[in-house]
């Protein structure tokens, strides 16, 4: 199970060696955290104990329990990883784990509805929320910014987006 009790922190991007070692791709904003929260899990409920090894190109390698060969390390390429919420630190006021975002209602500073956020990407200029919006053709991607996205409401699973000139 992975709603909202886990939370994904990396995947293995695949194998890297030839004695099992996987790739590992880290969504932490320290990338080596990812080792520190305890066990990962697989979204089927498998569950990983990992141990990092070295920086490799496009992420950390790492061993992972029951893993031996090039072989088993490759078929875990893509294999997302979770951890328990719980073991997650608590974060400042300002600062969200993207899996909160997604699913919360948007809607413009006069209250009316624009869409619902399926998504936050980040293509390295900052995160951007995604937005559906009914009728129209394509998703909207608004920079989650303040001063695009002024209130982030929680409780209420909801955002208000001052949309950019441009992005109507």
Do not use: W
């Not at 950390?60 to 329990?65: D, E, K």
């Not at 608590?90 to 909160?100: I, R, S, T, V, W």
């Not at 998504?119 to 910014?145: C, K, M, W, Y």
Request: charge should be negative; proline fraction near 6%.
């Amino acid at each position: 199970m992975t709603g909202t009790d886990r939370i994904c922190v990396g995947a293995i991007a695949g194998a890297f060696g030839v004695q099992g070692e996987v790739r590992l791709k880290s969504y932490c904003a320290e990338p080596s955290d990812i080792a520190a929260y305890g066990p990962l899990y697989a979204s089927d409920g498998r569950r990983f104990t990992l141990r990092l090894t070295r920086p490799v190109a496009g992420g950390l390698g790492a061993r992972v329990s029951g893993v031996a060969t090039r072989e088993e390390a490759e078929a875990l390429k893509g294999t997302e990883l979770y951890v328990d919420r719980s073991r997650l630190p608590a974060l400042p006021d300002d600062e969200f784990y993207h899996a909160d975002l997604v699913g919360l209602s948007a809607r413009d500073p006069g209250g009316a509805e624009i869409g619902r956020v399926i998504s936050v990407q980040n293509h390295g200029a900052g995160d951007l929320l995604e937005i559906a919006v009914p009728d129209r053709a394509g998703s909207l991607l608004v920079p989650f910014t303040r001063a695009a996205v002024p209130t982030v409401d929680l409780g209420r699973r909801l955002v208000i987006v001052d949309l950019p000139e441009g992005l109507d």
